[in-house]
């Protein structure tokens, strides 16, 4: 049975009830819940949540929020393998046996349903105990600076200040979108950032981490150019 967990609690600091916030005409989590309905890969779409009101909002767009998340796994502070760990526990005590599960997270609406079956692809393939999108940086890290403590800048490596761009090794970071996961993995709590898991590459125009008012607007703005693409070329 494949599964995908959406994690949704209640509190959001920066922005206020983000997980259910409008996005282009819909609460966040529905294009979240929508994408993994899309895939057609999932035997069920699990929210866990604390909140009944993002449990309703969840249902109403095709997934299921079967269970209150427990207290204890739904402060600031709880990463996302125990969450996870918790809704597999659910799930085969209540619907069967557990192959895979994608954890999605509900603030990720420029999410893709073929990025979710590319990526459960390469997991069924491999060994991998993970597999997630990556995006590439779109200045090279070596060259960054840091800010000092009289207001100067330095950088973080100085041996490459001669270097020219496309001279140094590309570099990629988590898009924080989904991840793709063997049960054993999420159950044991194994990491997920780890020579263990193997990326799936995206654009960097799909990748847009909402953290902040600015993300949102960004992210907006993202989705009516990708949304204008995917028109164009029907």
């Known amino acids: 049975m494949k599964l995908a967990v959406i994690p949704a609690r209640g509190g959001s600091k920066r922005i206020l009830r983000k997980n259910i916030t409008l996005f282009a005409g819909k609460p966040m989590i529905a294009w979240s819940i929508l994408a993994a309905r899309n895939a057609n890969i999932f035997d069920h779409i699990i929210v866990s949540t604390d909140d009944s009101e993002i449990a309703e909002i969840s249902e ?3 997934a299921i929020a079967p269970f209150v998340r427990p207290t204890q796994l739904s402060d600031d502070f709880t990463p996302t393998a125990p969450v996870i760990a918790h809704a597999i526990d659910w799930a085969e005590n209540a619907l069967g046996v557990v192959g895979s599960v994608c954890c999605i997270y509900a603030t990720a609406p420029l ?10 692809e ?3 393939q491999t060994d991998a105990d993970y597999v997630f999108p990556v995006t590439s940086f779109a200045f090279p890290i ?3 600076m840091r800010l000092t403590d009289n207001g100067r800048m330095e950088m973080l490596h100085p041996e490459h200040a001669l270097t020219r761009s496309q001279d140094l090794e590309e570099a990629y970071h988590d898009v924080g979108q989904f991840y793709w996961g063997q049960r054993d993995a999420w159950a044991q709590g194994r990491t997920i950032f780890s020579p263990n ?5 995206i654009e960097r125009h799909r990748a847009q981490d909402i953290d902040t008012p600015e993300d949102l607007k960004r992210a907006e703005v993202m989705f009516r150019v990708i949304s204008e693409m995917k028109t164009k070329a029907l």
Do not use: E, K, Y
């Open 60 to 62: 109403q767009f095709g």
């Open 111 to 120: 999410i893709q349903p073929d990025d979710l079956t590319r990526a459960a």
């Open 122 to 124: 390469v997991l069924d």
């Open 142 to 144: 070596q060259r960054g």
């Open 197 to 201: 898991s193997v990326p799936i590459i």
